[in-house]
C-alpha cells in the first residue's frame, strides 16, 4: 500500500471514529418519567351505593349517590347527584341534597357543593353554594350565600357553622339575623 492511500484510509478512520463519538456524545436523553399519581390511581365505580360513618357505634352520617368514585388506594370518593343525613346525638336529623361531593379518608371530612340543600328534622331549612363536614372539629358549615330559616327567623351570611345540627349557630362574614313573618321575611 502507497503512502497516499494509508494516509486516506487513516483519514476515513479518524472521520468515522470523530463521527461515533460525536453521534454517542450528542444523543438527547430520554424525558425523565414522572409519576402522577392520578394516572396510576386504581378507581372503583358504583352507581347508586352508599358511604357512611360511625363513632362509637353511633351513625354521623351517611351519603347515598347516584354515582361514586373512589381511589382503592386512598380510599377517597368522589359522589355525584347525593343525598344523604347528619345525625346529631340529640336524635335530630339533618337532611342534605347535592349535585356533587367529595370524601377524605385521611382525615374523614365531607364537602359537598352545587345545589346544597338542608333540611332539619325541627324544621330548619339552610342553603349554601358548600357544605364542609369537618370529622375532627364535629362541625357542620355552610360556606357562601348561606341562608338559614326556621320558623319566622332569616339569618344570612358567607358562613354558618353549627356544631349541633343547626339548633345553635354561629354566622361569619356579612352576618344578619331577622325575625318577623314565616320564613324569616320582615313584617
Known amino acids: 500500500m502507497d503512502t497516499k492511500r494509508k494516509f486516506l484510509l487513516g483519514a476515513g478512520l479518524i472521520v468515522f471514529i470523530a463521527l461515533v463519538v460525536w453521534a454517542v456524545t450528542t444523543v438527547p436523553e430520554a424525558p425523565q418519567k414522572t409519576e402522577d399519581p392520578q394516572e396510576n390511581a386504581k378507581v372503583m365505580s358504583y352507581d347508586g351505593n352508599e358511604i357512611s360513618e360511625e ?13 361514586i368514585e373512589v381511589n382503592i388506594d386512598t380510599k377517597d370518593a368522589q359522589l355525584v347527584n347525593l343525598s344523604g343525613h347528619f345525625y346529631a346525638e340529640d336524635g335530630r336529623v339533618v337532611e342534605l341534597k347535592a349535585d356533587k361531593g367529595s370524601y377524605e379518608a385521611a382525615s374523614k371530612n365531607v364537602v359537598v357543593s352545587g345545589n346544597v340543600s338542608v333540611k332539619n328534622s325541627d324544621g330548619a331549612v339552610l342553603t349554601s353554594e358548600e357544605l364542609r363536614w369537618d370529622a375532627v ?7 357562601g350565600s348561606a341562608k338559614v330559616t326556621k320558623e319566622d327567623m332569616l339569618a344570612t351570611g358567607d358562613r354558618i357553622e353549627s356544631s349541633d345540627g343547626f339548633n345553635k349557630i354561629r354566622i361569619l362574614g356579612h352576618a344578619h339575623l331577622s325575625k318577623g313573618a314565616k320564613g324569616g321575611e320582615t313584617k
Request: hydrophobic share 45%.
Open 55 to 67: 363513632k362509637n357505634g353511633r351513625k354521623i352520617w351517611d351519603l347515598t349517590a347516584e354515582h
Open 137 to 143: 372539629k364535629e362541625i357542620l358549615a355552610a360556606i
